[in-house]
């Protein structure tokens, strides 16, 4: 950890700002020829060697060439050498900015010893469906709180010195025909909602690099949408490096070239050896620039974004050699992806607090436990996680890797339970009787239980990425049942991608959201079980039966990418989403947008907000008011001014996350920048921040749980604020 906080420090220091990598590069490109500038933006071998994406070297310039490699959850065909993390879900779940900077840094870490230039990774998509396939790979229903997590991930990445890639850019919010599919968004809610955690990576990260979206946006691809590309993202916006395609989903050159792509990854026609060199970009460049179809300027901006990206992250000198394979697997890392599964485990139900099972709490003198479900036992590991066969550690797709191992949950409390002298019992298998006959024998009963989802070029269980339902798979619920109806003191864990159905939910005494934990998955949750760590997850989405929610995935046949045929997803809800939705419509969710328990209790009191020239600064005291130590994530949600019409009731804009000794109190200050406190103004144009009216200000633990309730006026305060 000391060489990352180094690396950290000193890359701070050295960081460049765009304007100095903009003169360098300049100098840089000055005499490359349009052959070398072709070969800087068209990929070579066509995912067909080491890294998922390549571009050649230019050998006169010294250039060693480029490397592109996923994930999300750490480097990509690493063959175990690499540490496999846990799902971006669970980064966010923590609702920790500082841990989820160190994730991102120690990734970042991962990625530049192995001489990858640039991580594909975080996703900021938006959790719109509950049964879309890669909302385990971003960071859940809300915008602002994607927004802060891809910063904090971008950061820690680029402070180590690899390139965080910020995809996928916009829209892509489900898999079913992601590449034959038109998202229609209203363009506030484009804005609001669905460019602004890109806006956010732009701003307050300096993303050095964006991944376009296989989707198209109101009936234009991304990837041929200048709108998007040149007069939003690289206009208003202003972001100053390069856009990449997603693999394979560019179809042609002058459309997607001219409407600002600057890369074509991973540079062939199709997938597959035939393509490579066989590029709709490559010489077909040369050829539109002679027929007048784009100016010799498109190409030339194009090759001056990917050299500025470079120089602004330190990378155009003494960078790594490519190496996919050397061992960056340390106990540090380790440690962190065994942390952030404990934290990001949420304990939505602790009926007679029956969890933590520890001495101090075994007020049931819990002598033997049982364990059941096959997904407490060790993970049957496919490529790219194709398959849901033991423990879950992860969803399948691209943004998975190669694990070295997985610690299971028997395993690991098996042996945690021996440091309590308590004896395991374990049927590790769907088996309902089997389950029901171990569960009856002992004082203490834990079921696992699963759901997977990915991406749609893997079909796992009749699911194509998206998931063909909320339900649990292999039985899951005939298997709680049967062991609760054994059992009163019945637990359940539960590793899925996101919300399931829990018809069990008033059976049980205990229910774990574990969610996708990675390696150390079992250490994780015996953690939380045992009382090693107070949970203090929180979830990044509402949870709720299906029909409930303002959208849904489609099953639509399997069209053509990149044709004229396209599923229609109408984003009719707007700004609507998640827990607008529900407050909106008035439906009471299973469990709301920010819900978590703890072993220890929380009080929230002295709510206060100024509005100062640079945003809104809220305060407010946060006691733990029970005998344990604790975490607590107060969270801030804003009602704005009256005259915004047609508005979300309330909007998440702030959390702290604040550890507390029992019977501590804090002063937490909350701040909610100008940028947050604006609305998206489509007669203007441009985000407004509002300056007349009232913003009411509500704290508390999650979307339905907002016992502090004040007003501020929008205009500048006079009042000064007394400092923390
Ligand atoms: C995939 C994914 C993208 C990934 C890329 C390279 O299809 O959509 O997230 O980074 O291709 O594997």
């Known amino acids: 950890m000391k060489f990352i906080l180094a690396l950290i420090f000193l890359s701070k220091t050295l960081a460049m700002t765009w304007e100095e990598a903009d003169l360098k590069a300049r100098e840089w490109c000055a005499d490359l020829t349009n052959e070398e500038k072709i070969s800087l933006v068209t990929g070579r071998e066509n995912m067909t060697g080491v890294c998922v994406g390549s571009i050649d070297p230019i050998e006169r310039k010294d250039f ?88 904090q991930i971008i950061k820690g990445m680029q402070d180590s010195g690899t390139i965080a890639t910020v995809k996928h850019f916009v829209g892509n919010d489900q898999e079913n025909n992601r590449g034959a599919s038109s998202s229609n968004i209203p363009e506030q809610a484009l804005w609001e909602v669905y460019i602004d955690p890109f806006y956010r990576a732009v701003k307050d990260a300096e993303v050095h690099a964006v991944m376009s979206s296989y989707n198209a946006i109101n009936g234009t691809y991304s990837v041929q949408n200048k709108k998007l590309l040149t007069d939003y993202l690289k206009g208003k916006i202003g972001y100053q490096g390069p856009v990449m395609s997603d693999w394979w989903s560019i179809y042609d050159v002058e459309k997607s070239f001219g409407a600002g792509m600057d890369i074509n990854m991973p540079g062939g026609k199709a997938w597959g050896p035939d393509y490579i060199g066989n590029s709709y970009w490559g010489e077909h460049i040369q050829e539109c620039i002679d027929k007048g179809i784009f100016p010799q300027e498109r190409l030339d901006d194009a090759a001056l974004r990917i050299i500025r990206s470079l120089f602004k992250a330190g990378q155009m000198e003494n960078f790594p050699k490519v190496n996919l394979y050397i061992d960056t697997l340390t106990e540090e890392n380790k440690a962190l992806n065994r942390k952030v599964g404990a934290d990001s485990n949420v304990l939505l139900k602790n009926d007679d607090s029956i969890l933590p099972i520890s001495k101090e709490n075994n007020k049931k003198k819990i002598k033997k436990i049982a364990i059941i479900g096959k997904d407490a036992m060790p993970s049957k590991l496919c490529n790219d996680m194709g398959c849901a066969d033991g423990t879950l550690p992860l969803g399948w797709g691209s943004g998975t890797t190669d694990f070295k191992y997985v610690i299971d949950p028997l395993s690991a ?21 089997s389950g029901a006959l171990t569960a009856i024998k002992a ?26 339902n909320l339900d649990l798979w292999h039985h899951g619920n005939d298997l709680v049942k049967a062991v609760a109806a054994v059992n009163k ?58 029909e409930d929610y303002p959208t849904d995935v489609k099953y639509d046949e399997t069209l053509p990418g990149g044709g004229e045929q396209k599923t229609q997803y109408d984003y009719d809800e707007g700004l609507f989403i998640g827990y607008r939705w529900f407050d909106k419509k008035n439906i009471e969710p299973t469990y709301p947008f920010g819900y978590g328990l703890s072993y220890t209790t929380f009080n929230y009191s002295g709510l206060d907000a100024i509005m100062e020239e640079d945003g809104l600064h ?3 005291t946060v ?46 200050e909350i701040f909610i920048d ?36 004040t007003t501020v006026s929008a205009a500048i305060s006079k009042k000064r604020r007394n400092h923390l």
């Open 413 to 433: 409390i098996t042996e945690r339970a021996k440091k309590e002298g308590i004896k395991v019992v374990s049927s590790g298998n769907d088996n309902i009787i």
């Open 623 to 668: 006691t733990n008011t029970g005998d344990i130590a604790g975490a607590a994530v107060p969270m801030i949600f804003l009602s704005f001014p009256e005259f915004v019409k047609d508005y979300p009731i309330r909007l998440f804009k702030g959390f702290n996350k604040t550890i507390l000794e029992a019977g501590e109190a804090k002063e937490i």
């Open 618 to 620: 809220v305060t407010l």
């Open 674 to 709: 100008n940028h947050a406190l604006s609305y998206y103004d489509v007669e203007v144009k441009d985000y407004v921040k509002p300056k007349e009216g009232e913003y009411v200000v509500y704290a508390g633990s999650n979307a339905r749980d907002l016992p502090l309730k």
């Open 64 to 151: 060693a060439g480029l490397c592109m490699q996923d994930g999300p959850a750490g480097v990509r065909f690493a063959n175990g050498t690499a540490t496999s993390w846990q799902a971006s879900i669970n980064t966010a779940a923590t609702f920790d900015r500082d841990l989820l900077y160190k994730v991102g840094a120690a990734q970042g870490k991962e990625f530049r010893d192995r001489g990858i230039n640039y991580a594909l990774g975080p996703s900021v998509n938006i959790l719109r469906a509950p049964a879309s396939g890669r909302i385990w790979e971003a960071y859940g229903e809300d915008p602002f709180f994607v927004g802060e997590c891809g910063v």
């Open 489 to 546: 003191n019945t637990i359940v864990v539960i590793h899925a991608p996101g919300p399931v159905n829990l018809p069990f939910k008033n059976k049980v005494k205990g229910i774990i959201f574990a969610g996708m934990p990675g390696q150390e998955t079992g250490n994780s949750i015996a953690d939380v079980l045992f009382g090693d760590v107070n949970p203090s997850g929180h979830l990044p989405f509402t949870w709720a039966p299906r």
């Open 443 to 468: 004082d203490l009963a834990i079921v696992f239980v699963q759901a997977s989802s990915g991406e749609e070029y893997i079909t796992v269980e009749g699911n194509k990425g998206d998931r063909q």
